[in-house]
């Protein structure tokens, strides 16, 4: 059985396997999603009208026992950004869908009046079901519910929240984390928003009589997959007992605060002492308390295990992982400095299916306007809340960043294509400001991670002051798009980036399930195709390189405490294409 | 004296006459406002940040006896579209600035925190006046106040309103008429908003002393003005007794609905029996019978008179004009056919500083969202007080159509470069779609008015759906930006292209007023010369040909009872320019 494409048709509820096209044979994830969009979707149609479509791909080794690599990218022409978008999660719901030899869900169309659907995938057959009674409720009981449901053990779900029902271009896709919590998003960019557009609220896989990944030469495959294996158990980042698996995500809070670039308060200082508070040492060790789970993987196979199941003392309410971006988007980003408010902001945010990074940036910039005050934890868990009444406020911010400051009269509003930026200022840290500027998905850290050289010392090591970025962003974009395409974590290039060997057991592993004869030297090369689909369609969206810049005030304000601006030049952003 | 540029700084409240560069002698109006944004404005700058500037300019025969030009043109960069705008409007503020022998006042900077200034403009003096007591309260009392405080006799008053202290991006910059009502608007882009970002709130100029508009050769001028006064009275759209001068331009809603053109209830339909009882020969009837004023002027020496007071019976609580745009906007396009709740709504625009095209096309929007009903007037008029209130619905619904659209889930949004669509429907009227999708202005149709050949057969006769009408409007937009230049009304157009005699009229009062040897067929190149200058500003602003398109509804969607879509071909549009 060859690898297949499932069409769903939600104008008249129907689907269809189609046999993957041989030119798509060797795509997966991000290349898989970027090349479909690009080729199906008019790039200048409305992203929430019918023309849109959304692609759901499990990466190319994804399903297998490639270690780490349980990713799954979704894609569509984002209604935050106007432009192509991919965003990815951690989760078995993209390993069960390899198994089932699904390359890539392809959603199109809209339904018929205001009905939601749930469409059940079986390995061979597609069912839709109405779903309106999950309509306006939290994602943490109704996923709890579908599990029961829909039975717990070779099922998973991914959905969508309130947030999506507004619209709101800050709305992610949700997945299930192994408990089967709504915590792991494919968050950024509001794709959450064109799956509730076409009348799509939920898709429960169940893999029941899947025939798992074909590997076109087992042998390849399993010596790749060891030299993976190797370099993550041997690299400071990743290995067990090493910074990710002890702290998770969130070791980088000290280290970035360190180093002058942790955004405080709408990105107006790059430093707090109280940031400490919220730091990944100090939620270990609360969650350790507290009765939580740490570390903790986000999809099986995993060796690095940053993940976690945050909880309320006695381990009640469970939340899921608190990613760094997270802490710090609806943490020091709004002058909150407190672990349970912020865990309890997240939980609000996976509930209603928003995007956590996006969320915090919105937050602080309607503090910035007066809103609410910086500090406010409360008042941010109410500002949230308004998105579940779906209030006139809460459909402002259901909107985002932009959205947000321009409803309350906010010049200060740091977004690039419409997207808010993660938790790296760039006036501190110039390498990511130009990953920011640049890459065609808006204001994305994963998308070209060049604090790895410049804080970390990892695949080299430059000083995070210098304005000359474009090589380094331009190699870690390329890097990153051939990644996302594998289906391994994005973490894994911490190892791969210093150990040789690891980057060619990525490649040996890729071979080994396409039968291909890639090398190391391909590797940019396919990243190359996949941005340059990507910039292609941004274009014919009405993308130009006056779209490659950050917002005016990261030029015109000092950051203290290093006093810094992003003096990064027009030239040196052009440069990078 | 020479003609002056007055520059304000807002930043320092400090204000400078600097001689008029030599390089803008013969520029006025749009053309001298658009060259100067280019020169001054980084195009990709925040529209309500500090690098904006905002640029008033007076007509070149504007301030003389040239008849109907009393013309006043605001340039910025619009943070309605984010292009470079030009919005005009018929006041005196145009004729006195004029007369004092100002070419442009240009604002920039902005306020250091929260103060509002009003400033006063004499012949050689310019004051700061702090004018915090005016903020949040509405314009038909404020102007009044204000006539009251600076003398009525030689003033003029341009100011901004509630929707602009929101940096409502449907916030237009007011003029008084000539009963002192806030009733004249350069009303489209959000320029109001872009002035209250700087902190201002009100101009007032007093031409005690005033020289007068120099005039290089008397007889040329007065034999051009003659050509031009012959011409309006001989044509049957603008003489006295004329189509214009009976009904006022509202004349146009039996005419457009005939033509199956007069967008209902969102641009669902383009036609509906009721529109006659919001026609401008009912309305005529209205003002009649309430002790309104029809026909009237605008700004002193208007030949066309296509002006009017509006009152509620007895001459109580008069509103100024109701417009064609604004009776449609606010009427037809939100299923309301009464003109008592039209002129309400239109009343409560003005006071709040709104766009009536705009603020019609969002409250359709809003409907269509679900927010209120079609045809629901108390409903409509309660939106627009949520603004006044500065609720969140209110600041949803002052960022204009396409904000509101989104934020309520609606993708039938009539908007091009985020610009809400004026009274006419483009499928039913292919030529004025065509300027709609191409002009940096964003869909405007005094852009190029290619209703006057399509409908009104003026400047030639063709069919309204036929869909090869790139030559029509280029045509069109580049005589109508040279118009636009020289302080004529636009309305002049329809007596000057049928009568060969008035543009030679025009030309020759041009040539009077700068000493300047201009023929005729300079006409269509200083119209190129000023819109190169805006689409090269767009061009680095990020807009491409993508722009230039209308939402997909258009081509998606039929419009009855015509049946027809907008299938003006892509290549078609980029031929334009």
């Known amino acids: 059985m060859v690898k297949r494409i499932l069409r769903i048709d939600m104008t008249n509820l129907k689907a269809e396997f189609e046999d993957l096209p041989e030119e798509y044979n060797t795509l997966g994830g991000r290349g898989l999603t970027s090349t479909i969009v690009a080729k199906e979707v008019p790039p200048t149609c409305n992203p929430l009208g019918i023309h849109n479509k959304l692609v759901f791909a499990p990466g190319i080794v994804t399903g297998t026992t490639a270690p780490t690599s349980g990713r799954i990218s979704v894609g569509g022409k984002s209604p935050l950004t106007g432009g192509i978008k991919e965003a990815n999660a951690g989760t078995n719901f993209a390993q069960r869908l390899a198994r089932m030899r699904i390359a890539a869900i392809i959603v199109e169309g809209k339904v018929q009046g205001n009905d939601y659907y749930l469409v059940k995938i079986t390995n061979d057959n597609?069912?839709?079901?109405?779903?309106?009674?999950?309509?306006?409720?939290?994602?943490?009981?109704?996923?709890?519910?579908?599990?029961?449901?829909?039975?717990?053990?070779?099922?998973?779900?991914?959905?969508?929240?309130?947030?999506?029902?507004?619209?709101?271009?800050?709305?992610?896709?949700?997945?299930?984390?192994?408990?089967?919590?709504?915590?792991?998003?494919?968050?950024?960019?509001?794709?959450?928003?064109?799956?509730?557009s076409k009348g799509l609220k939920f898709i429960v896989i169940d893999e029941t009589g899947a025939p798992g990944v074909e590997i076109a030469d087992q042998e390849v495959f399993e010596a790749g997959i060891t030299k993976v294996r190797d370099?993550?158990?041997?690299?400071?980042?990743?290995?067990?007992?090493?910074?990710?698996?002890?702290?998770?995500?969130?070791?980088?809070?000290?280290?970035?605060?360190?180093?002058?670039?942790?955004?405080?308060?709408?990105?107006?200082?790059?430093?707090?002492?109280?940031?400490?508070?919220?730091?990944?040492?100090?939620?270990?060790?609360?969650?350790?308390?507290?009765?939580?789970?740490?570390?903790?993987?986000?999809?099986?196979?995993?060796?690095?295990?940053?993940?976690?199941?945050?909880?309320?003392?006695?381990?009640?309410?469970?939340?899921?992982?608190?990613?760094?971006?997270?802490?710090?988007?609806?943490?020091?980003?709004?002058?909150?400095?407190?672990?349970?408010?912020?865990?309890?902001?997240?939980?609000?945010?996976?509930?209603?299916?928003?995007?956590?990074?996006?969320?915090?940036?919105?937050?602080?910039?309607?503090?910035?306007?007066?809103?609410?005050?910086?500090?406010?934890?409360?008042?941010?868990?109410?500002?949230i809340e308004e998105i579940r009444k779906k209030t006139p406020l809460g459909r402002i911010l259901a909107n985002g960043t932009q959205f947000t400051g321009k409803a309350f009269g906010v010049t200060r509003i740091p977004v690039v294509k419409g997207q808010g930026l993660p938790a790296y200022d760039p006036r501190a840290i110039k390498g990511i400001g130009v990953t920011f500027a640049t890459t065609p998905m808006g204001a994305d850290h994963t998308a070209g991670y060049a604090i790895a050289p410049e804080i970390m010392g990892v695949g080299g090591k430059v000083d995070p002051r210098d304005p000359k970025k474009a090589e380094i962003s331009r190699n870690l974009q390329l890097a990153t798009a051939a990644l996302d395409a594998t289906g391994y974590c994005l973490f894994i290039a911490f190892a791969i980036l210093d150990i040789p060997e690891g980057l060619q057991g990525v490649v040996e592993s890729l071979n080994g399930v396409l039968g291909t004869s890639l090398t190391v030297d391909d590797v940019p090369l396919i990243g190359k195709q996949i941005i340059d689909i990507e910039r292609e369609f941004n274009k014919a969206a009405g993308f130009t390189s006056a779209h490659d810049r950050l917002p005016e005030f990261f030029k015109d304000e000092q950051l203290p405490p290093s006093n810094e601006v992003f003096n990064v030049s027009d030239d040196e952003l052009d440069s990078v294409f």
Chains 1, 2 share one sequence.
């Not at 007992?241 to 709408?266: F, M, R, W």
């Not at 902001?345 to 809103?371: H, S, Y």
């Open 126 to 196: 597609v069912e839709f079901i109405k779903t309106d009674i999950w309509v306006g409720k939290g994602l943490y009981n109704t996923y709890k519910e579908l599990f029961k449901e829909f039975g717990d053990k070779k099922i998973s779900i991914c959905g969508v929240g309130i947030a999506a029902e507004l619209r709101g271009a800050m709305a992610g896709v949700s997945f299930n984390d192994p408990e089967g919590l709504p915590s792991r998003y494919a968050g950024r960019g509001g794709l959450g928003a064109v799956m509730a």
């Open 231 to 383: 370099a993550l158990l041997a690299h400071d980042v990743t290995k067990k007992g090493g910074a990710l698996n002890l702290y998770g995500t969130s070791v980088l809070v000290n280290i970035i605060n360190e180093a002058q670039g942790l955004p405080q308060n709408n990105f107006s200082s790059g430093q707090d002492k109280r940031a400490e508070k919220i730091s990944g040492e100090a939620k270990a060790e609360a969650i350790k308390k507290n009765g939580g789970v740490r570390p903790h993987f986000c999809s099986p196979g995993c060796i690095i295990q940053c993940s976690e199941v945050w909880t309320k003392p006695g381990g009640k309410d469970p939340v899921g992982v608190l990613e760094y971006e997270s802490v710090w988007a609806l943490g020091a980003n709004c002058g909150i400095y407190d672990l349970n408010i912020i865990a309890e902001l997240n939980r609000a945010c996976n509930d209603l299916g928003l995007d956590t990074i996006e969320t915090g940036d919105t937050i602080a910039v309607a503090m910035e306007g007066g809103v609410i005050k910086f500090g406010d934890g409360k008042g941010a868990l109410g500002l």
